[in-house]
């Protein structure tokens, strides 16, 4: 099954101190939230990933803000099971072909999209989704590139997440809103497990 089809919304986690990791994971998985990317942002992040793949076997786990070769490598050796990344140039999507799990390439016009398409790729990242143009834009786009599918991300809210999925070239919308950084702070699981819920239940 596609990455996009699993589940409505992708949950993007900063997490800065890796103990938080598996409670954030199971707390996410719990409220219906199955694929979590955690984003190569922070010093924490590559344990967080190799900690969640080890004890939250439900939780399909990926790594976000994939900049460079190095990353891909470093990613997959933690147990990412996908890759997402905020653009794409030649030699990143090189890496990530390379990396041998699926990934999500991040791309704003419609000249980026050809040029993954060139390469056979169908699904990517639209970011960042509301500052590049948001849902007219991605509207605009279904017209000449109606193969192509994507998870917009940046700027999405629970309120604003039925409209992306609504249209039919989105699979599922990407966000940091599911895990705000007080909840985390407070190990607040239960309040993250409730967001969750409610945005699993978009679909
Ligand atoms: O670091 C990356 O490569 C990213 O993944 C960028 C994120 O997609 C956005 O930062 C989403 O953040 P919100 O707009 O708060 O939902």
Redesign the pocket.
Same mark, same amino acid.
């Given at each position: 099954m596609s990455l996009l089809d699993i589940a409505p919304v992708i949950p %993007?986690v %900063?997490i800065d101190d890796p103990e938080t990791a598996v409670p954030l994971a199971r707390a996410l998985v719990a409220g219906g939230l199955p694929v979590i990317?955690v984003?190569? *942002?922070t010093a924490g992040a590559l344990e967080a990933v190799e900690r969640i793949a080890a004890e939250v076997p439900e939780a399909v786990i990926g790594a $976000?803000? @994939? *900049?460079t070769g190095a990353d891909v490598t470093a990613a997959v050796a933690a147990g990412a099971r996908f890759l997402?990344?905020?653009g794409s140039t030649p030699a990143l999507l090189d890496a990530m072909e390379g990396g041998g799990v699926p990934f999500l390439p991040?791309v704003a016009t419609a000249s980026e999209v050809l040029a993954l398409a060139e390469r056979g790729l169908t699904e990517m990242?639209f970011?960042?989704?509301?500052a590049a143009g948001g849902l007219p834009y991605l509207k605009s786009l279904a017209g000449p590139l109606a193969d192509v599918r994507f998870c917009p =991300?940046? $700027? @999405? *809210?629970l309120a604003t997440a039925p409209d992306y999925l609504a249209l039919p070239n989105v699979g599922c919308v $990407?966000? =940091?809103?599911l895990t705000p950084a007080d909840a985390l702070a407070e190990g607040d699981y239960a309040r993250i497990e409730k967001l969750a819920s409610e945005a699993a239940a978009l679909r």
């Open positions: %993007v %900063v990317e984003t190569l *942002r $976000g803000t @994939i *900049r997402v990344s905020p991040g990242k970011f960042p989704a509301e =991300t940046g $700027g @999405i *809210r $990407g966000g =940091t809103w």
